[in-house]
C-alpha cells in the first residue's frame, strides 16, 4: 500500500513540475504576434494557390499586416474576402485585381521537334501518359488543347502545337489549370511586368536539345537584376513577382529568350 501511495505522490510531484517547466518556457519564447494576421488568415480561402505572389496564404496575410502588399490580390477569395480585407486593415482600394492564367512554354513547332509520332486519342492527359508526351520536352505544353476545351470563355487557342491566353478573354477561373498535365499553366493577379516562359529543369545542354527557348540555368538574369527578384533553382530561373520591378534587365540578357 506504501508503495502505491509513494508512487501516486511521486508522479504528481514530477507532474507539478513539468507543468511549471512548461508554463515558465512558454512565457520566455512567447512570440508576439498581431491578432490582425489571424483575422486576415480567417478570411483567405486557404488555397495556397500562389496567385497572390506569395507562397501562400500566411505569407500573403503577413505582408498585408506589414503594408508591404495589395490587398486585392486574391481573385479565388473574390470580392467578399477583399472587403473584409480592407475593413479590418483600414484600407480602401481600387477593387479586387484581375487574375490572368499565363502558359509557361514557348515551344512551338518552329522551336522543338518531337521524339515520336502519336496516333491516338487527342487529349494531353493521354498521350501524357506515354512517356510523357509526344513532344521532346516533357515538360513544355503538349499542344492537344484539353485546356481549350475546358475554356468557358474561349480565352485559349492552340497555334503551331502551343496552347496561348488572350488575356483580354481570360476570366481567372482556373479550369485550364486542373486539366494540364505537365503543369505549365500558372494563375497570377494583375499584369505581370516580365515572366519566365519555362519549366524545364533539365541542365542547360540537355534543354538545348530539347527547345531553342528554354532556359538553360546560365544565371546571366540573376547577375543584372538589381532587386534581387530572380533566382535560379534546379536549372530554371525564377521570379519572384512582388519584387522585381519591371526594369526588363532580364530579359535583355537572356540568350534563349525565355523571359519575357
Not at 4 to 23: E, H, K, N, Q, R
Not at 37 to 54: D, F, H, T
Not at 71 to 84: I, R
Not at 235 to 240: D, G, V, Y
Request: proline residues 4%; aromatic residues 4%; contains cysteine.
Amino acid at each position: 500500500m506504501n508503495i502505491i501511495i509513494t508512487a501516486i505522490i511521486s508522479l504528481s510531484v514530477i507532474g507539478f513540475i513539468c507543468a511549471g517547466l512548461i508554463t515558465v518556457a512558454s512565457k520566455l519564447m512567447f512570440v508576439k504576434v498581431d491578432i490582425r494576421v489571424e483575422k486576415v488568415r480567417e478570411c483567405l480561402p486557404g488555397a495556397n494557390c500562389g496567385a497572390c505572389g506569395y507562397s501562400g496564404c500566411d505569407a500573403y496575410a503577413e505582408a498585408l499586416v506589414k503594408g508591404e502588399t495589395a490587398s486585392n490580390l486574391c481573385p479565388p477569395g473574390g470580392e467578399k474576402t477583399y472587403e473584409q480585407i480592407n475593413e479590418i486593415l483600414g484600407l480602401t482600394g481600387e477593387g479586387l485585381a484581375k487574375n490572368i492564367a499565363i502558359i509557361h512554354c514557348l515551344g512551338d513547332c518552329e522551336v522543338t521537334k518531337n521524339k515520336m509520332e502519336y496516333i491516338g486519342i487527342t487529349s494531353c492527359l493521354a498521350v501524357s501518359q506515354l512517356h510523357g508526351g509526344q513532344g521532346s520536352c516533357t515538360f513544355g505544353c503538349i499542344g492537344f488543347g484539353d485546356c481549350v476545351k475546358v475554356c468557358p470563355n474561349d480565352a485559349i487557342c492552340v497555334e503551331k502545337g502551343l496552347a496561348r491566353i488572350d488575356p483580354r478573354k481570360c476570366s481567372g477561373c482556373a479550369v485550364c489549370i486542373n486539366v494540364c498535365p505537365p503543369n505549365v499553366i500558372s494563375m497570377h493577379s494583375g499584369p505581370l511586368k516580365v515572366a519566365v516562359m519555362c519549366k524545364n529543369t533539365e541542365k542547360g545542354a540537355r534543354v538545348r536539345e530539347k527547345c531553342s527557348k528554354g532556359c538553360i540555368g546560365c544565371m546571366k538574369c540573376t547577375k543584372v537584376c538589381p532587386s534581387g527578384a530572380i533566382t535560379v533553382d534546379e536549372s530554371l530561373a525564377k521570379i519572384e513577382y512582388v519584387v522585381c520591378d519591371g526594369c526588363r534587365l532580364c530579359v535583355d540578357v537572356c540568350a534563349p529568350g525565355c523571359i519575357v
